[in-house]
């Protein structure tokens, strides 16, 4: 095992046998080797710093029926709100004075947020922070409406594939969303010229090993600048309410293997992960992750965004939280920074 992940470094793939291999593995030791390349790389390129990334949820009005989240159509016990311009403004100032460089405006899909109030938002952080790096998750759009949003400054945008596989791709949607038109806004994103962010959940109903190597697959040949990647929790109110959530241990796994495809790319220990265990942010770190998001939504919108079930509704909005965060962080040997964290290209 340690030359498949020897080999995985040195070339930043498998051959799919290999990769399978990797994914199937469950020795301890060959599993803290692989964490331990995946620091390796992550700190030749990074490192010991940690980005941290402002995450305002500023609505949860969805008009897609996406059978894994709790914020779908359908789900009609979801209390819905949106937050103003004046309410998400305050959000990334706030997050300024505490050291937050990156705004990230995540929401369901939105008809509200139209490209005209959506580019006023984008334009009013432009122009009250400068500095600040914008980064958009706000699903699929046209492309005019990407390109609006970048030329009003927006400078990232998250847009998770969900799975590379087509069929498995429907199995986790309505059949009025499509793999191949997720993937080209994904394509659009990046001709545009945002940091692009792909990524998938791990363990998502239907799930197998093969539409994991399909994901790693899409991964490698979209090269995006960040990957988003976290456990699928399920959430009480979807048809997926029953299903088991993925594990602490396959997603870490992922994470290694992804930042020895990607050595440079932003990787978050995301909030799902930290929602199966206490620890995972500090698991995912040192399994080669390298960017965080606390969430600074505002308390009484914040426990309305629930995408799954125990997701946490406390977060850093305040001084007490962050310096917490710094400590755990110092803890196992990483420092929090204040920096916009955007990609480096290689040398
Ligand atoms: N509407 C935006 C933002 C979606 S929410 C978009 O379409 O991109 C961000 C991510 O949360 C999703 O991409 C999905 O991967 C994840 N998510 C949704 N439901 C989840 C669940 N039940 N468990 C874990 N992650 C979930």
Redesign the pocket.
């Known amino acids: 095992m340690r030359e498949i992940v020897d080999r995985l470094r040195q070339e930043r793939n498998l051959p799919r046998a290999q990769m399978r291999d990797l994914l199937l593995c469950e020795d301890a030791a060959a599993l803290e080797y692989l964490y331990a390349q995946a620091r390796a790389v992550r700190e030749e390129a990074y490192g010991k710093d940690v980005y941290i990334r402002a995450l305002v949820e500023f609505t949860n009005y969805?008009k897609?029926d996406?059978l894994?989240?709790?914020i779908r159509r359908s789900n009609h016990r979801a209390q819905r709100y949106r937050l103003s311009q004046e309410d998400i403004l305050a959000c990334a100032q706030k997050g300024y004075a505490l050291g937050f460089r990156t705004v990230v405006l995540?929401?369901?899909?939105d008809p509200h947020f139209t490209d005209a109030r959506l580019c006023a938002i984008v334009r009013g952080i432009r122009a009250l922070l400068p500095d600040v790096a914008i980064t958009l998750?706000?699903?699929?759009r046209t492309e005019e409406s990407y390109r609006a949003l970048f030329a009003a400054g927006a400078n990232r945008y998250?847009?998770?594939h969900?799975t590379a596989n087509a069929a498995h791709y429907a199995q986790l949607h309505p059949a009025e969303l499509s793999l191949e038109h997720r993937m080209g806004c994904l394509k659009a994103l990046k001709a545009i010229g945002f940091q692009t962010g792909c990524?998938?959940?791990v363990g998502s109903p239907g799930q197998t090993m093969e539409t994991l190597l399909d994901d790693l697959a899409f991964t490698a040949a979209l090269n995006p600048e960040m990957v988003?990647l976290?456990?699928?929790?399920?959430?009480a109110d979807?048809p997926?309410a029953a299903q088991p959530p993925g594990t602490v241990e396959q997603t870490l796994k992922l994470l290694s293997i992804v930042r020895l495809m990607l050595p440079r790319v932003l990787l978050p220990a995301t909030t799902?992960l930290a929602t199966l265990d206490p620890m995972g942010c500090e698991k995912g770190m040192l399994a080669g992750a390298n960017v965080v998001m606390p969430n600074l939504t505002p308390p009484g919108a914040r426990e309305k965004y629930q995408?799954?079930d125990g997701k946490s509704v406390s977060g850093s909005e305040d001084a007490d939280a962050l310096e917490e965060l710094r400590a755990r962080m110092r803890a196992i040997g990483y420092q929090i920074v204040t920096d916009r964290g955007d990609y480096r290209p290689a040398p």
């Open positions: 969805c897609n996406c894994y989240c709790g995540q929401g369901g899909e998750s706000v699903g699929e998250l847009l998770r969900e990524g998938f959940m988003g976290g456990p699928f929790i399920p959430h979807t997926f799902a995408l799954y």
